[in-house]
T-cell receptor, first 109, second 117 residues
Framework: SQQGEEDPQALSIQEGENATMNCSYKTSINNLQWYRQNSGRGLVHLILIRSNEREKHSGRLRVTLDTSKKSSSLLITASRAADTASYFCAETSGSRLTFGEGTQLTVNP | DARVTQTPRDKVTEMGQEVTMRCQPILGHNTVFWYRQTMMQGLELLAYFRNRAPLDDSGMPKDRFSAEMPDATLATLKIQPSEPRDSAVYFC???????????????FGAGSRLTVL
């Protein structure tokens, strides 16, 4: 069964808008990762934030981590139609990765 | 680009048949994971290996599933006998962990879509 939850389950926005996805996790983590999955494909790593970090940026991606609340958020700025995909957080404990339920993001042109 | 290769891409079989899925991890990676993805359950961790040793296979139904790494270039997931509820996309992923708390960033294969009739 899945550990952790993501919300929203689905998000539909217009191109150019920002998209924020949230993730809650349950274990003590070494780091937390975000992955993207296009329809019919495998997951692709986007960004990793370590447990001692609070915020991290990569291009149009911004990730925050609040270990006291066991939560993380992924912000995609200036979204594009090509950002349409499912986004998953993965809590990492040791070398084990456990994925959340994912958020389906649709960016309308 | 280095990639994780999974075969078969698609498999349709009848209930009771044996199914074997294969995965070639990225050369040099020391962890291999098997996940199952369905609409209802999302991504479930079935088993994972580090340096070819199984670390955790508690996510697998032991009576019918088995996972092995006969060598560093091959991981297998076998279902015998298969059941309709096993229908899902099975993903293999590999990663490199350099230390006890080292980051393990996974590279996923394209998946094997299994349909059990």
């Amino acid at each position: 069964s899945q550990q952790g939850e993501e919300d929203p389950q689905a998000l539909s926005i217009q191109e150019g808008e920002n998209a924020t996805m949230n993730c809650s996790y349950k274990t003590s983590i070494n780091n937390l990762q975000w992955y993207r999955q296009n329809s019919g494909r495998g997951l692709v790593h986007l960004i990793l934030i370590r447990s001692n970090e609070r915020e991290k940026h990569s291009g149009r991606l911004r990730v925050t981590l609040d270990t006291s609340k066991k939560s993380s958020s992924l912000l995609i700025t200036a979204s594009r139609a090509a950002d349409t995909a499912s986004y998953f957080c993965a809590e990492t404990s040791g070398s084990r990765l456990t994925f959340g339920e994912g958020t389906q993001l649709t960016v309308n042109p | 680009d280095a990639r994780v290769t999974q075969t078969p891409r698609d498999k349709v079989t009848e209930m009771g048949q044996e199914v074997t899925m294969r995965c070639q991890p990225i050369l040099g990676h020391n962890t291999v994971f098997w996940y199952r993805q369905t609409m209802m359950q999302g991504l479930e961790l079935l088993a994972y290996f580090r340096n070819r040793a199984p670390l955790d296979d508690s996510g697998m139904p032991k009576d019918r599933f088995s996972a092995e790494m006969p060598d560093a270039t091959l991981a297998t997931l076998k279902i015998q006998p298969s059941e309709p509820r096993d229908s899902a996309v099975y993903f293999c992923a590999s990663g490199l962990v350099s230390g006890g708390t080292g980051a393990n960033v996974l590279t996923f294969g394209a998946g094997s879509r299994l349909t059990v009739l």
